[in-house]
C-alpha cells in the first residue's frame, strides 16, 4: 500500500516544465543573420574608409588576378587590359589622378607638360618616384614630365595609353617608350594577363578588346564548392583586402598566367600604331619622340639589336619620328668592360632586371639632349 500511495503521489504532481528551446535550423538562421549583418557592417566600415564605392558590384579577387604578381598597383581597364592604380600610396611608389606616378611631391597633373607612356621600364619599377628616366628627365630639363607608364605593356598598349591621355593632359612633348620585348607582347591576346591586340584587316587596323577573365584548374565536386564559396566572398572589398596579404596562395589559387598568340605581325602592327599615332601628334601640334629600351642580356648577347626592334625602328624613320635609343652608347660600355652594365641594371649578380636610378638617369641624359635639339 505504501508503494502504491507514493506511485499515486507522484503521478499526482504536475511536471515540470521544460525549458524553451529553440530549433536547430532557427538558431543556424539566426547564427548565418548576424554573420552576414556583420560581414556586411565591416565592408561598408571598409568601403567608406578606403573611399571605395558604397554599392558598386564587383568580383575584387578576379579585378586582383587580371593582373597575377604585380601588387595592388594595377587596376583592370576595359580598353588597355589594365592602368595603373589613381591615388596609390606608398613608401616608394605613389599615384595621381589617371594613375600617373609622381616623380616628387606634385600633387595634381600638370598640363602643357612632357607625357611619358611605356611599360615597366618607363613607370620605374624596382626604383623609387624620383628614380625614374621621367624624373631624373624633369630635373635635367626643369619642364614637367608625367611619368604614364604601365608595367607589362606591349607596344600597342602603351599607344593607346598615349592616345588615351593626350586629350586629358594636352602635353607639348610626347615620349613614347618601348621595351624591346614589348614588340612581341604586341603579338600576344594574352601575356602573362588578358590583353588587348591588333589585326591588319585590307590594311586597316582592327582592334580587339582584351578577356578580362580568369582561368581556373579542374577539379571535383568539393574544388568546384570551394571555387563557388571564394567567389562570393570575392565580392567583398575587405576580405579581398585581408586574404590577398594573408592567404595568397588560398585566395588566388587555381590561377595560371596565359601566354596566347595573336594572329598578327607585332612588328607590322606596331608600325601602323606609330603611324596612326604621329599622324595624331602631327595635327594637335604635338612633338614626338621614340625611346628605345632594352633588357641587359640584349645589350650583351649581342653586337646589335634584336630583329623586332630593328624593325620598328626603321619604321619610325620612314614616319619621320625622332628616335632615342640606349643600344649603342649602352653596347659601348660592355665592349670595353664585361661586367658595365651592373651599376646600369637592377640584378643579383647575375640575373638583370629592370634599370637601375643609374639607367634611368642614363635614359634621361639622351633624351634631355634629343628635347634640346
Request: net charge neutral; aromatic share 8%; hydrophobic share 40%.
Amino acid at each position: 500500500m505504501h508503494d502504491t500511495g507514493a506511485k499515486a503521489s507522484n503521478q499526482d504532481r504536475p511536471a515540470a516544465k521544460a525549458k524553451p528551446r529553440g530549433s536547430r535550423l532557427g538558431n543556424a538562421v539566426l547564427a548565418l543573420a548576424s554573420l552576414l549583418f556583420g560581414l556586411f557592417a565591416i565592408e561598408i566600415g571598409y568601403r567608406i574608409a578606403m573611399g571605395v564605392p558604397v554599392f558598386e558590384l564587383a568580383n575584387w579577387r578576379s579585378d586582383h588576378t587580371v593582373i597575377l604578381d604585380s601588387g595592388d598597383v594595377p587596376i583592370p581597364d576595359p580598353l588597355l587590359g589594365w592602368v595603373s592604380r589613381p591615388g596609390h600610396v606608398s613608401p616608394a611608389h605613389n599615384t595621381l589622378a589617371h594613375g600617373i606616378r609622381r616623380n616628387f611631391a606634385e600633387t595634381a597633373i600638370r598640363p602643357g607638360a612632357v607625357l611619358a607612356v611605356g611599360d615597366s621600364f618607363t613607370e620605374g619599377w624596382e626604383v623609387n618616384d624620383g628614380e625614374t628616366w621621367p624624373a631624373y628627365l624633369e630635373r635635367q630639363t626643369g619642364k614637367p614630365v608625367l611619368n604614364a607608364g604601365v608595367g607589362g605593356y606591349g607596344t600597342d598598349q602603351t599607344i593607346l595609353r598615349a592616345e588615351q591621355l593626350l586629350p586629358i593632359v594636352k602635353p607639348k612633348v610626347l615620349i613614347v617608350g618601348f621595351l624591346e620585348l614589348d614588340i612581341l607582347r604586341a603579338g600576344h591576346s594574352h601575356f602573362g594577363s588578358p590583353k588587348p591586340y591588333f589585326t591588319l584587316e585590307n590594311g586597316a587596323l582592327r582592334y580587339h578588346p582584351p578577356a578580362l577573365v580568369t582561368a581556373r584548374r579542374d577539379g571535383g565536386f568539393f574544388v568546384a564548392a570551394g571555387y563557388a564559396i571564394r567567389d562570393v566572398l570575392g565580392y567583398f572589398a575587405s576580405i579581398d583586402f585581408l586574404l590577398r596579404r594573408i592567404a595568397p596562395d588560398f585566395w588566388f589559387g587555381g590561377e595560371k598566367r596565359e601566354y596566347r598568340r595573336a594572329p598578327n605581325d607585332p612588328v607590322r602592327v606596331t608600325c601602323a600604331l606609330l603611324e596612326r599615332l604621329k599622324q595624331r601628334v602631327d595635327r594637335e601640334g604635338i612633338r614626338m619622340i621614340l625611346l628605345m629600351q632594352y633588357y641587359a642580356t640584349a645589350i650583351i648577347d649581342d653586337e646589335d639589336r634584336p630583329a623586332d626592334a630593328l624593325g620598328v625602328l626603321a619604321c619610325a624613320k620612314t614616319h619621320g619620328i625622332p628616335v632615342v635609343d640606349q643600344f649603342a652608347s649602352l653596347r659601348a660600355l660592355v665592349e670595353k668592360d664585361p661586367n658595365a652594365l651592373h651599376p646600369y641594371y637592377m640584378h643579383d649578380g647575375r640575373n638583370f632586371t629592370h634599370m637601375s636610378a643609374k639607367g634611368n638617369a642614363h635614359a634621361a641624359q639622351l633624351l634631355a639632349k634629343a628635347l634640346g635639339e
